[in-house]
């Protein structure tokens, strides 16, 4: 059939109609049965301080790679979106294709703990996480794999750290040139946002803060989705995935307020880390000392950590052995749901494969 | 071009409502970009905490008179159960790895499993003999 006759083809009314009845049916059952269950792969949790809980994910195979990934997760969020389901769990491919698995997530901070800064992540908890994983493991490599905010940790650790133990530096979204974050830049504007005042306020930085944030970015893409899934009711696995993404991407954490208010005024306002400025723990963040295999994976059409801001990131480090790959998704659906299954993860695999024993 | 048909009114809402939501997050981002929007968000949230500083403070007052806790103090007891309930877990860790191995193995940790997995490739190329070296758990295989 020619293109024309196809665009005045009659649509199915028959068909329609079901789809109506479905949608009705199944909106029902939406609004009555429970959100799916999510993180579900057995781990055990070895440690846990104050925000930091390490966890250790049970090996699914007999044999497994010799080098251990510690994932570092964004401190914004839950770590259950790297586990969403079975069939849908980057933990759970990581597993089942021979790596073993350990995960830094985050609990929300309590008010005590509002005076944690940057230097308490990278200089304190990842080498806390890195010891005790070596201890757990036996080797003394680490694969590093970091995912946003906690990519930009990782890459302060590797950076203080060219000497080890950090065998390869895997990173998902990794912000470094944060002038290039439009929307966020414009926010925390230096002339309007009173940093001292909020954090001195408040303490803690709520979640629903955050959140709206976020959420301000795509202003219409909430409303966008609630019709799509109105559309798509009918669609079991639609429906699923759009339950365990809308029921993490609500679930935020608080951040601690000092962390917070050093990331607005040496990240956001003074690009600290682009510029070779950042000083953690008395020593200068030089993204030229990260020596190890690095990997970055950066989304196409990712809103919150646009391209620009990321690319920076292999230009400057001092790897020979060094990767940017950019794959169609965004900023969460690179790392997690079918676009990640088919672009990701194999790639993750095969990259760290070879780097692993 | 279109790809739906115009006699199709689902196609037609799905098109419509992809086209206004990419307008409106063009438009909103370059509005919430302006210099008027960022001063009035942040004028905003200026007096909401200042609002909320003002309102604490008296309440503090307020409940120290009356001789009741006051959030501080209720925020500063919650972190001391949580810091017993910290040393409590830390303990119980303690106790479950220093249990003997028959305990372990009642337990529902796994065997170890043998870290000596090569990548696809590799083990492709290997000749016959190698491709599966055994070697005891926890040793490099480089």
Known sequence: MSAAADAFALPDIGAEIERAIQRNLKGLD???SAAPAMGQTARDEIHRRGTLSLYHYRPLVDEIYRVPLLIVMATTNRGYILDLAPGQSMVEHLLLQGYDVYMMDW???????????????????????????????GEEDVTLVGYCMGGVLSTLYAALHPDGPIKNLALFTTPVDFSRMKLFHAWSDRRYFDVDRLIDTIGNVPPEMLFASFDMLRPAGRSAGVVQLWDNMANDEFVKSYRMFDRWGAEMLPLAGEYFRQTVKELMWDNKLFKGE??????????????????????????IVPYEAGRPLIANIGSTDKEEVVLKGGHVSLAAGANAVRRLWPKLDDWLGVRST | ????????????WRELTAQWEKSTNEFANETMASDPFRQGMHGGMNASLTGQKALGDLMARYLAMLNLPTRADIQALGEQLQSIDDHLANISRAMESGRGPAASATAHAPPQPRRTKKPPQAEAAAPAPAAAPKRTAGKRTR
């Open chain 1, 30 to 32: 939406f609004l009555t």
């Open chain 1, 107 to 137: 609990n929300a901070p309590r008010p005590q703990e509002k005076q944690l800064r940057i230097e308490d992540y990278v200089l304190d908890f990842i080498p806390d996480s890195l010891r005790r994983v070596q201890a757990r493991s």
């Open chain 1, 278 to 303: 950042l000083v953690l723990g008395g020593r200068k963040v030089l993204l030229a000392n990260i020596k190890v295999p690095v990997l970055h994976a950066l989304a196409q059409h990712d809103h």
């Open chain 2, 1 to 12: 071009m279109n790809k739906f048909s115009p006699l199709d009114p689902m196609a037609m």
